[in-house]
């Protein structure tokens, strides 16, 4: 069965600061939304850049191992042949047009592949991840061509064992592409209520993920902090209490904006799979310091995959 999936980002930069990125596979461990899962992967680059052969083959123990081949070149659009040798074997057209205008750069990235028929119940899934990928690498890509370069780091700390403690926060299930909105006003709430009416402080400031359904493209998250001061503090009914048991974690660590978080989470669940790790109880994010006091590319998060014992 044939399916498709088709991403698309508008650049705030000239044509000539995003061909590069695309045509030349030596740009592309700056922004592949896999090669930065796995940044010790071995990656091979070979032929001449933008021509039909131009070649990047990689060989991972996270990403798996494959070969992407400019197949046609032009202009507006370059076209590649894509293969997976491992863990599965697969092929697939990719291909990324350019549309220029007014100093700005319309990425469209497009892929045309198949599954078996029998497979037909995996397709809605395969598309959404490919989907969520995709987005990812489009956001790497305006990012460096407006600013020059990703000022993000996405680190795997391993397992760790973890001190829980518990929370009080506000919970909401919101489309996944409202969560930068609705979080942030959240936490607004949160500051307001507990640190400058409550004149409260907390350890812990957090986001609990209790549901997440990709395929509809809705989550169920809590913004929390920890209630170790809160006993006296009066909240209203939006409020919430939960606790993170005491156990061992995998845990990833991003230094940067929370634009490309999603790289934690990719690199999280990708190591959860490939180390067969099992999951307990909910994942979360911790915030280490504040977007109010220190710049995007400073911001220090940490997101936590519970696991069992």
Same mark, same amino acid.
């Given at each position: 069965?044939?399916?498709?999936?088709?991403?698309?980002?508008?650049?705030?930069?000239?044509?000539?600061?995003? #061909?590069?990125?695309?045509?030349?596979?030596?740009?592309?461990? @700056?922004?592949?939304?896999?090669v930065v899962l796995e940044p010790e992967c071995k990656v091979t680059v070979e032929g001449d850049v933008n021509q039909p052969g131009h070649s990047m083959r990689w060989d991972g123990e996270l990403?798996?191992?494959? !070969?992407?081949?400019? #197949?046609?070149? @032009?202009?507006? #659009?370059?076209?590649?042949?894509?293969?997976?040798?491992?863990?599965?074997?697969? +092929?697939?057209?990719?291909?990324?047009?350019?549309?220029?205008?007014?100093?700005?750069?319309?990425?469209?990235?497009?892929?045309?592949?198949?599954?078996?028929?029998f497979l037909f119940f995996m397709i809605k899934s395969i598309k959404t991840f490919v989907g969520m990928d995709y987005e990812r690498g489009l956001k790497m890509i305006k990012a460096i061509a407006?600013?020059?370069?990703?000022?993000?780091?996405?680190?795997? @700390?391993?397992?760790?064992?973890?001190?829980?403690?518990?929370? #009080?926060?506000? !919970?909401?299930?919101?489309?996944?592409?409202?969560?930068?909105?609705?979080?942030?006003?959240?936490?607004?709430?949160?500051?307001?209520?507990?640190?400058? !009416?409550?004149?409260?402080?907390?350890?812990?400031?957090?986001?609990?993920y209790p549901k997440f359904d990709l395929k509809k493209g809705v989550a169920t998250y809590i913004a929390a902090v920890s209630d170790e001061n809160l006993d006296d503090l009066e909240l209203d009914?939006?409020?919430? @209490? *939960?606790?993170?048991?005491? *156990?061992?974690?995998?845990?990833?660590?991003?230094?940067?904006?929370?634009?490309?978080?999603?790289?934690?989470?990719?690199? *999280?669940?990708?190591?959860?799979?490939?180390?067969?790790?099992? *999951?307990?109880?909910?994942?979360?994010?911790?915030?280490?310091?504040?977007?109010?006091?220190?710049?995007?590319?400073?911001? +220090?998060?940490?997101?936590?995959?519970?696991?069992?014992?």
């Amino acid at each position: 069965m044939k399916f498709n999936v088709t991403k698309s980002i508008v650049v705030n930069a000239p044509y000539e600061n995003v #061909r590069p990125l695309i045509e030349d596979f030596n740009y592309w461990n @700056s922004w592949s939304p896999w090669v930065v899962l796995e940044p010790e992967c071995k990656v091979t680059v070979e032929g001449d850049v933008n021509q039909p052969g131009h070649s990047m083959r990689w060989d991972g123990e996270l990403i798996g191992a494959g !070969q992407n081949i400019i #197949r046609e070149s @032009s202009p507006e #659009r370059i076209d590649y042949n894509l293969e997976f040798f491992k863990p599965w074997k697969s +092929k697939a057209d990719v291909s990324f047009v350019l549309e220029p205008s007014d100093g700005q750069t319309k990425v469209t990235w497009t892929m045309d592949s198949s599954m078996p028929f029998f497979l037909f119940f995996m397709i809605k899934s395969i598309k959404t991840f490919v989907g969520m990928d995709y987005e990812r690498g489009l956001k790497m890509i305006k990012a460096i061509a407006e600013e020059g370069s990703l000022d993000c780091e996405t680190i795997n @700390s391993d397992t760790m064992d973890y001190k829980g403690f518990s929370y #009080r926060g506000i !919970q909401r299930t919101v489309a996944i592409s409202d969560m930068p909105e609705t979080m942030s006003k959240d936490f607004e709430k949160i500051v307001n209520d507990i640190v400058i !009416q409550g004149n409260k402080a907390a350890e812990h400031w957090i986001c609990v993920y209790p549901k997440f359904d990709l395929k509809k493209g809705v989550a169920t998250y809590i913004a929390a902090v920890s209630d170790e001061n809160l006993d006296d503090l009066e909240l209203d009914s939006h409020y919430v @209490s *939960g606790s993170v048991p005491s *156990g061992k974690a995998l845990e990833i660590k991003h230094n940067g904006s929370y634009e490309f978080l999603g790289n934690a989470w990719a690199m *999280g669940m990708m190591n959860m799979q490939s180390k067969k790790l099992k *999951g307990k109880d909910y994942p979360f994010e911790q915030y280490w310091n504040s977007p109010t006091e220190v710049k995007p590319n400073e911001l +220090k998060t940490s997101v936590f995959f519970p696991l069992k014992n």
